[in-house]
T-cell receptor, first 113, second 115 residues
Framework: DAKTTQPPSMDCAEGRAANLPCNHS???????VYWYRQIHSQGPQYIIH???NNETNEMASLIITEDRKSSTLILPHATLRDTAVYYC??????????????FGQGTILTVHP | EADIYQTPRYLVIGTGKKITLECSQT?????MYWYQQDPGMELHLIHY?????STEKGDLSSESTVSRIRTEHFPLTLESARPSHTSQYLC?????WGAGYGELFFGEGSRLTVL
């Protein structure tokens, strides 16, 4: 699976958009980008995933660059409850290694009032 | 809300004791996983199962063992606990992995302290 690089920490004001970047320059054509978050040592929570196209759901939006070497997770209106560690994971969507996600250090997002 | 449950949530135990961490899911998922996470550190996959009677070692070596006799149940056992086993253990499950589809549902975790 491709390696990802995320900033160790970011701050965001409550009510503003939080834009979390992720670099995955060695991503291959059949690898998806997944985002999870972990709030204070609870079990990680799935947020969103995508392959090439931008994706949006009720939690967030995922913007993937045309060359797929980087992506950005957008929380459109951050709240204090969005304070968490956010993980960007790249892996093949299928095959025998499914589910074996490799969680890196992630980005600690702190939302302040 | 994910229907995956772990017990106990917290356990403090003495060295040498045998412990079993329970994990159950009611979603009918065929795939289940155990991750280990020390405070402030990364999650590491230690065991996974693709279905009944299937278990595999994960990326991080662990002295624990697992079993999968029923689809919904994936317990983790330490035969003789040691202080080095002190950690948080997170159980997860997922449905079939299709073309990129498939998310992991995690339990709340079991925080083990071995004295």
């Amino acid at each position: 699976d491709a390696k990802t690089t995320q900033p160790p920490s970011m701050d965001c004001a409550e009510g503003r958009a939080a834009n979390l970047p992720c670099n995955h320059s060695t991503i291959s054509g059949n690898e998806y980008v997944y985002w999870y978050r972990q709030i204070h040592s609870q079990g990680p929570q799935y947020i969103i995933h995508g392959l090439k196209n931008n994706e949006t759901n009720e939690m967030a939006s995922l913007i993937i660059t045309e060359d797929r070497k980087s992506s950005t997770l957008i929380l459109p209106h951050a709240t204090l409850r969005d304070t968490a560690v956010y993980y960007c994971i790249v892996r093949v969507g299928g095959g025998t290694s499914y589910g074996k996600l490799t969680f890196g250090q992630g980005t600690i997002l702190t939302v302040h009032p | 809300e994910a229907d995956i449950y772990q017990t106990p949530r917290y356990l403090v135990i003495g060295t040498g004791k045998k412990i079993t961490l329970e994990c159950s899911q009611t979603m009918g998922h065929d795939k289940m996983y155990w991750y280990q996470q020390d405070p402030g550190m990364e999650l590491h996959l230690i065991h996974y199962s693709y279905g009944v009677n299937s278990t595999e070692k994960g990326d991080l070596s662990s002295e624990s063992t697992v079993s999968r006799i029923r689809t919904e149940h994936f317990p983790l056992t330490l035969e003789s606990a040691r202080p080095s086993h002190t950690s948080q253990y997170l159980c997860a499950s997922s449905d079939s992995w299709g073309a990129g589809y498939g998310e992991l549902f995690f339990g709340e975790g079991s925080r083990l302290t071995v004295l």
